[in-house]
């Protein structure tokens, strides 16, 4: 007798990526750092996309976040994979304007795109913070080159991990 075909398994998500792969809302910037232009996510369609949100008080994003946003900036050729910073100021308001953030990219090198989330209207969470439904800071997405969310992650995240994830994403091509 001849059994019928087993259904094969299906691929499963690297952990924390969505299953259902949404496109981001789109981001509410109030000012640029480090780019003549104001971008936009459409603008970006055909690469893969890291964005890095942080704070320039959060231990985390200085430690981990940031230096792992760097090196994948200076591993990949721009027209591969963007890397883009969104800062998110939810907290020691007064502490972290413009001109402050302005000295910060430069000390610490800082040489990739990075948008300053557009505040909420009652000071709160930042618009673009809440509309991703961000936790907090450091957080990780990664988009596709069709703009879907791939990875949304809060905290540090594992190199190996990122880095096999974006070389899945290349392979897709």
Known sequence: MIEPPQPQPQPQPLPHEPP???????????????????LQLADLRGRIVLIHAFQMLCPGCVAHGLPLASKVHESFARDEVEVIGLHCVFEHHDAMQPHALRAFIQEYRLRFPIGVDLPSADGAIPRTMASWNLQGTPSTL????????RLHHFGAVDELRLGALIGRLEAQR
């Open 142 to 149: 990664v988009l596709d080159r069709s703009g879907r969310l």
């Open 20 to 38: 259902e792969l949404p496109e981001l809302p789109a981001w509410q910037i109030a000012q640029w750092f480090n780019t003549d232009r104001a």
